[in-house]
């Protein structure tokens, strides 16, 4: 599971195995990580794909060389990137000051954000980085929202979305 939970923090590009060894089990002897890792992908593999004839490429997991990931033309969907992609186009559509597609684009996103990213591992630095990526993505969403709610009279609407902000970050400014 972690392992799959790795590619997906890390899509868009490969991890070195080396690399996959050091964060997933960073107190283990090499060989002992090396035999996990082993273990771990045949798991993954075997639960994406339990048909897949043995030693054949997987559709879903990329391999070049040492280097392993998601196969970005696998046709996977994530809600994160869903969320990133429409709070981006939202939060570029506000800056040209086209509301209307702003809000709708935005309050899309909003309602894909569930929460922190791999809450589950609130304490493991390799998904950290992505985590705070995208919370402060979906501040900013919520922000846009709230200004554009005060600058229309839209009061109850407002405070709703701050109050949204400041469960998610009391400290937002």
């Given at each position: 599971?972690?392992?799959?939970?790795?590619?997906?923090?890390?899509?868009?590009?490969?991890?070195?195995?080396?690399?996959?060894?050091?964060?997933?089990?960073?107190?283990?002897?090499?060989?002992?990580?090396?035999?996990?890792?082993?273990?771990?992908?045949?798991?993954?593999?075997?639960?994406?794909?339990?048909?897949?004839?043995?030693?054949?490429?997987?559709?879903?997991?990329?391999?070049?060389?040492?280097?392993?990931?998601?196969?970005?033309?696998?046709?996977?969907?994530?809600?994160?990137?869903?969320?990133?992609?429409?709070?981006?186009?939202?939060?570029?559509?506000?800056?040209?000051?086209?509301?209307?597609?702003?809000?709708?684009?935005?309050?899309?996103?909003?309602?894909?954000?569930?929460?922190?990213?791999?809450?589950?591992?609130?304490?493991?630095?390799?998904?950290?980085?992505?985590?705070?990526?995208?919370?402060?993505?979906?501040?900013?969403?919520?922000?846009?929202?709230?200004?554009?709610?005060?600058?229309h009279g839209w009061y109850e609407q407002c405070v709703r979305l701050s109050e949204r902000i400041l469960a998610?970050?009391?400290?937002?400014?």
């Open positions: 599971r972690q392992l799959l939970q790795l590619f997906i923090t890390h899509r868009g590009r490969l991890l070195q195995r080396e690399q996959i060894l050091d964060l997933l089990w960073p107190e283990a002897d090499p060989e002992t990580a090396q035999r996990d890792f082993r273990v771990a992908l045949n798991a993954l593999l075997s639960a994406l794909e339990p048909d897949r004839p043995a030693r054949a490429d997987s559709f879903y997991i990329l391999r070049e060389g040492q280097a392993y990931g998601l196969n970005p033309h696998s046709g996977y969907w994530l809600d994160a990137d869903e969320f990133e992609r429409l709070a981006a186009e939202g939060l570029a559509l506000g800056e040209r000051r086209q509301e209307g597609p702003a809000r709708e684009a935005l309050n899309q996103a909003v309602e894909l954000y569930q929460g922190e990213f791999l809450a589950e591992l609130r304490y493991v630095d390799w998904c950290s980085e992505e985590r705070e990526r995208l919370q402060v993505l979906y501040l900013r969403a919520l922000e846009w929202l709230a200004q554009d709610a005060a600058r998610c970050d009391p400290c937002w400014e």
